[in-house]
């Protein structure tokens, strides 16, 4: 019997990947910043930019975007980057983001024994989607899973710090008097904890409306980092750094948060460490180090 695989030479798999190349060149100029400024390019002028026929291009765009990694404007019948290439590319950022933020979580929890935390945005709410555990008898709480108001929250505001107003404006009008927990309650890890159901004293709330909330944010933007201070928790403080992509783009914020009998005084040398550890993890995610500086 012959050993023979089908599509398997000598020289290993052969693939034809012509047809992979020639999608790949289609959405490279659907990505390009004369197709961001036009929202879109037309079929003719996709086909002169890669240089082949105009009905093979719109054969080939038609089918991406039946698959949702284009999108064809019904008005305009321009082209541009679709709905399910934008998921398939946050999905594996955010892996990513994981995968490259545990080494500068541990570096955080080395320097300061405490709980260190990587968080992303969701809509009105703050997900931790990693933790770094510290080696104190009282740790404090898992936070892996739980929603918490970004409003309300040190990360949540460096996670929003850098937003256009008008954007901003539109996220506060629907999330701005969200819940402090807005989703699965937290898990005591070990030892005792603040409660996080008492409302902090008046004096200490410092966002209470959308200008309080923008001149906190101004204040995030030029420390390079966000502070609250029994703010969110009796108790509890905290700080938070903004990571930021190869755009340029916020898209996580390294947390630390612990009671306040520990770090109360430290605050702001604790706002630089983080602010100087999410400056790094941002370079090693592609953001160009001279377009800002943080921990300054």
Same mark, same amino acid.
């Given at each position: 019997?012959?050993?023979?695989?089908?599509?398997?030479?000598?020289?290993?798999?052969?693939?034809?990947?012509?047809?992979?190349?020639? $999608?790949?060149?289609?959405?490279?100029?659907?990505?390009?910043?004369? %197709?961001?400024?036009?929202?879109?390019?037309?079929?003719?002028?996709?086909?002169?930019?890669?240089?082949?026929?105009?009905?093979?291009?719109?054969?080939?765009? %038609?089918?991406?975007?039946?698959?949702?990694?284009?999108?064809?404007?019904?008005?305009?019948?321009?082209?541009?980057?679709?709905?399910?290439?934008?998921?398939?590319?946050?999905?594996?950022?955010?892996?990513?983001?994981?995968?490259?933020?545990?080494?500068?979580?541990?570096?955080?929890?080395?320097?300061?024994?405490?709980?260190?935390?990587?968080?992303?945005?969701?809509?009105?709410?703050?997900?931790?989607?990693?933790?770094?555990?510290?080696?104190?008898?009282?740790?404090?709480?898992?936070?892996?899973?739980?929603?918490?108001?970004?409003?309300?929250?040190?990360?949540?505001?460096?996670?929003?710090?850098?937003?256009?107003?008008?954007?901003?404006?539109?996220?506060?009008?629907?999330?701005?008097?969200?819940?402090?927990?807005?989703?699965?309650?937290?898990?005591?890890?070990?030892?005792?904890?603040?409660?996080?159901?008492?409302?902090?004293?008046? $004096?200490?709330?410092?966002?209470?409306?959308?200008?309080?909330?923008?001149?906190?944010?101004?204040?995030?933007?030029?420390?390079?980092?966000?502070?609250?201070?029994?703010?969110?928790?009796?108790?509890?403080?905290?700080?938070?750094?903004?990571?930021?992509?190869?755009?340029?783009?916020?898209?996580?914020?390294?947390?630390?948060?612990?009671?306040?009998?520990?770090?109360?005084?430290?605050?702001?040398?604790?706002?630089?460490?983080?602010?100087?550890?999410?400056?790094?993890?941002?370079?090693?995610?592609?953001? $160009?180090?001279?377009?800002?500086?943080?921990?300054?």
């Amino acid at each position: 019997m012959s050993n023979t695989v089908v599509g398997v030479g000598p020289e290993g798999p052969r693939r034809n990947s012509a047809g992979l190349r020639r $999608d790949l060149e289609l959405l490279q100029v659907l990505g390009s910043p004369e %197709a961001e400024q036009q929202d879109g390019l037309g079929v003719v002028r996709v086909a002169e930019l890669v240089g082949r026929d105009k009905g093979i291009v719109s054969r080939s765009l %038609a089918t991406l975007a039946e698959a949702g990694i284009v999108d064809r404007d019904s008005v305009t019948h321009n082209y541009r980057l679709g709905y399910q290439l934008y998921a398939l590319a946050a999905r594996t950022m955010e892996s990513r983001l994981v995968r490259e933020a545990r080494s500068s979580l541990r570096k955080v929890v080395t320097a300061t024994h405490e709980t260190a935390h990587l968080c992303v945005l969701r809509g009105g709410s703050v997900l931790t989607l990693a933790s770094e555990m510290s080696d104190y008898a009282y740790r404090g709480i898992g936070w892996e899973g739980v929603a918490t108001a970004a409003w309300q929250t040190s990360s949540g505001r460096a996670l929003i710090s850098e937003w256009p107003e008008d954007d901003l404006r539109e996220w506060y009008a629907a999330h701005g008097h969200d819940n402090p927990v807005t989703g699965p309650a937290a898990a005591v890890v070990q030892g005792e904890v603040p409660s996080l159901t008492p409302t902090p004293a008046r $004096d200490k709330i410092l966002v209470t409306d959308f200008a309080s909330l923008q001149a906190e944010l101004a204040r995030v933007r030029e420390r390079g980092y966000a502070m609250v201070d029994e703010e969110f928790e009796l108790g509890v403080v905290g700080v938070s750094a903004p990571i930021h992509d190869f755009r340029g783009r916020v898209v996580g914020a390294i947390n630390v948060s612990a009671p306040k009998v520990r770090l109360g005084g430290q605050l702001n040398a604790l706002g630089s460490l983080v602010a100087r550890v999410a400056g790094e993890l941002s370079q090693e995610l592609g953001a $160009d180090p001279r377009s800002r500086v943080v921990g300054s």
